[in-house]
């Protein structure tokens, strides 16, 4: 589906989001593009943005208290923006997000509770996670011991790269440094906890921060199955590697195609697009305790 807002300024388009500026404001409008191993697939996952978007939405509004976030709340900035979006682009409705524009700190903040992907490989390979040292005969997706904060360098056109928490002290202050970890701990604790109890294990995540009004804000999209891996937790268990919650019949099919991973990659069938559009339902609908709203009781902005 076609998520553009034609004449509108560009302020990036990503793998999943086309993000618009609007000065003080971003536009964030959540497109059904998937990406598995790294590549945009060509097939569309129905839906897909409007789950990520209102699952954001769903975690700020829970989180309010604890940390401040990007989104706009005043109602009549929002409603302006509508008007000059237009009805006849209710096909956006639940995929768009009004948010503050900050002035972003460009790291990455990785919060792990469990023992997985790149974390994994480095403890398997030498005993440490980010270059700390952890007890042995941890089994792969065990849980950690206690949340590790892994904060990487941002890279928007290229490859994140994990920084020791003294790097990231020299590159923002030490006094930012702290700030940016105990809001990834306390925001990741709170998500965990309540995650857990819906039978999902979170077991890692990325947060962004920036400066709104010289306040340290929350922003880009939080605790989505995009920026977090999501488990079930009926199945997981320490030493295999559990599959995604919203990505395995994706990735299943991919790895069985025999694609070699680079881009272009192969169309999805009906049935795997169907049961990805199910595992995003299924993954909102636990943790919100409600099926995914209709896009017609969604309002635009
Ligand atoms: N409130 C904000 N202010 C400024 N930049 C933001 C804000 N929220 C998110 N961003 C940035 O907007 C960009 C959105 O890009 P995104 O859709 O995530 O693409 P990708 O992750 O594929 O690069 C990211 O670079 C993110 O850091
Ligand atoms: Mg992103």
Request: aromatic share 8%; net charge negative.
């Amino acid at each position: 589906m076609n998520v553009e807002l034609a004449g509108w300024p560009l302020f990036r388009r990503g793998k999943v989001r086309d993000t618009y500026d609007l000065g003080d404001h971003l536009l964030m409008i959540a497109s059904d593009r998937i990406s598995a191993f790294d590549v945009v697939l060509p097939t569309a996952i129905p839906g897909k943005g409007i789950v990520l978007t209102q699952l954001s939405r769903f975690w700020f509004d829970l989180t309010d208290g604890l940390v401040p976030n990007h989104r706009e709340r005043d109602e009549a900035i929002r409603a302006e923006i509508t008007g000059r979006i237009g009805a006849d682009r209710s096909d956006l409705a639940g995929r768009t997000m009004l948010v503050r524009k900050a002035e972003r700190i460009d790291i990455e903040c990785v919060v792990r509770g469990y023992l997985a992907g790149s974390a994994w490989s480095e403890y398997r390979a030498s005993g440490t996670v980010a270059g700390e040292a952890l007890p042995e005969g941890l089994e792969r997706a065990s849980e950690l011991p206690a949340p590790m904060f892994t904060p990487s360098t941002k890279v928007d056109d290229g490859h994140d790269v994990t920084i020791s928490r003294a790097d990231l002290a020299g590159l923002v202050g030490a006094d930012l440094a702290l700030r940016l970890e105990e809001a990834s701990r306390d925001l990741y604790g709170v998500a965990h906890d309540f995650a857990r109890q819906r039978g999902i294990v979170l077991a890692d995540t990325k947060f962004e921060f920036g400066m709104v009004d010289g306040r340290l804000t929350l922003i880009d999209e939080v605790l989505t199955p995009d920026s977090s891996r999501f488990w079930d937790a009926t199945t997981w268990r320490p030493g295999i590697e559990p599959p995604s919650f919203d990505k395995q019949p994706v990735r299943d099919w991919l790895s069985g195609s025999g694609w070699d991973r680079r881009p272009p990659a192969p169309d999805l069938p009906a049935e795997v697009v169907a049961g990805t559009v199910d595992r995003y339902g299924e993954a909102f609908r636990r943790l919100t305790g409600f099926p995914v709203p209709a896009s017609d009781v969604l309002s635009l902005v």
